[in-house]
Structure formats: C-alpha cells, structure tokens
C-alpha cells in the first residue's frame, strides 16, 4: 500500500494515518511529525524549520525533499507508505514522482480528505497530542478514554500545537488554498485520486477510506 493522504490542515489527515497504520503495518509518514522532532532535537533543520512552522508557512521544497528521500530509504517503507501531509506543492509532486519512479515504488492512490472550513477551525482548536506517544486527540470529538493510558502505563501528556492558535491557522488554510490544493487537479489528471467525506465520526471516516483504497 503506497498512499498519499491530501487535505487541508485538521482534516484529518495524522488521524486517519494513525488508525491506518495500526490496522494495516504500513508506517505513516508525516513530514510535520518528522519536522517536529527536528524542532524538539534542536537540529540544525530544527532551528530552521521553527521559524517557518511557527508563520503558518511551508518549510522550502529541496529540504522537504531531502527529509523524504532518507525517510522512504528506511527499511520498514519497504512494505509501503501513508505519507500524510507530503507533497504540498507541485514542486514536491514532482520530486515525489521521480524519487518513486526511481525506486520502482509509485503511488496507488491519493485520498483527498474533504471537510468544510468551519469544522476544519473547531478541529484545530480543540486539537491535544501526547508528547509522549505522538497519537492525536481532541477535547470534544475524540479525548482519551478514561482508563486508557499512554504506551508506559502513564496518562497521556497532553499539549495544544503552538501553529494552532487562531492566526496561524488562518495563515495555513490561505497557504493550502494557494500552494496545496492545485495538486487536486495535478493528481486528478493522473487518474490517481479518491475524494472522501471526511467529516463523521471516525470510524465512518474509517470506512471510507477503506473503500476508497479498496481494503
Ligand atoms: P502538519 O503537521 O502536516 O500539519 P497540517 O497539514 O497543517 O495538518 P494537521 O496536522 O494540522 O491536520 P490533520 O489533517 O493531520 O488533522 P488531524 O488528524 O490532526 O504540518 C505542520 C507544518 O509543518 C506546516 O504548516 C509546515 O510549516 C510544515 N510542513 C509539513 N509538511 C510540509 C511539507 N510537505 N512541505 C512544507 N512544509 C511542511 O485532526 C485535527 C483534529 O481533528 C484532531 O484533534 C482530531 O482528533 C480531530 N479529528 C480528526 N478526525 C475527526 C473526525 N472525523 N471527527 C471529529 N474530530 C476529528
């Protein structure tokens, strides 16, 4: 399975990766989560990349690149890979195409997530992950269930993403529109996407997926 999941910021993207992951084996790859540990680690790429998470705008194409190339060269994307939140520009799409090519690994579908803009702002507001474990919850739609704690036996250590206070997300959904969302007609042309509902509970949104890749 070699999927590429697109949607704008609170779609559900991380979520629906997650829940893919565990029932299927096939790693996600989330270039925001890679970012991320960049910027925990306090690496070079790190101290770079804050700055640009931190305005809501993208990190530049040849680095993303570079993050993905080593990324897919690890030994588990050998059994495939959900790549949530890469590409993001055409550019990125491009690269993409030619490293798969390449490694003789191309892409069998792209998933487009589809949600309304006003359930895409509650999402990303009520938005909690635990800095331990990295899965993704939301206070109202989808909190830890009492009694289950993270992967040591402790509580999930729960913090809010400081790209999602109100002004940053306004800045990425307007960056999505411009930058992100010309590859629907990019992956379209190739005959490669599937669109989704993915507003409903999550196991509806589940489903949905499933069918779209025919799993
Ligand atoms: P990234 O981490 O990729 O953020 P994003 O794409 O903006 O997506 P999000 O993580 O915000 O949303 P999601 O779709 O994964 O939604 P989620 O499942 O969490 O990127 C962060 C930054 O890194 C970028 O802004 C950029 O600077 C940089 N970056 C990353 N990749 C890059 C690239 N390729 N190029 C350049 N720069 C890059 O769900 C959201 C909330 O909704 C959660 O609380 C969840 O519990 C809840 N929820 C999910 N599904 C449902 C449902 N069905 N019903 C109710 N609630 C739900």
Known sequence: ???VLLGAPGSGKGTQ??????????????TGDLLR????????????????MD????????????????RLARPDARRGFILDGFPRTIVQADGLARLLDEIGQPVDAVVLFEVEPVVLERR????????????????????????EPCADGR??????????DEETVRKR???YRERTQPLIDYYSAKGLLRRID???????VDARLDAAIGS
């Not at 990766?17 to 790859?29: D, E, F, I, M, T």
């Not at 070079?44 to 990349?49: K, M, T, V, Y």
């Not at 993915?198 to 509806?204: M, P």
Request: charged share 30%.
């Open 1 to 3: 399975m070699r999927l």
């Open 17 to 30: 990766a997650q829940r893919l992951q565990a029932r299927s084996g096939v790693p996600q790859v989330s």
């Open 37 to 52: 540990e960049a910027v925990a680690a306090g690496t070079e790429l790190g101290r770079a990349a804050k700055a640009v």
């Open 55 to 70: 305005a809501g705008q993208l990190v530049d194409d040849r680095t993303m690149l570079g993050i993905i190339r080593e």
């Open 124 to 147: 990303l507001a009520g938005r909690r992950t635990c800095r331990r474990c990295g899965r993704v919850f939301h206070v109202e739609s989808n909190p830890p269930r009492a009694g």
């Open 155 to 164: 509580p999930h250590d729960l913090f809010q993403r400081p790209d999602d």
């Open 173 to 175: 959904l307007s960056v």
């Open 198 to 204: 993915a507003d409903g509970s999550l196991d509806d």
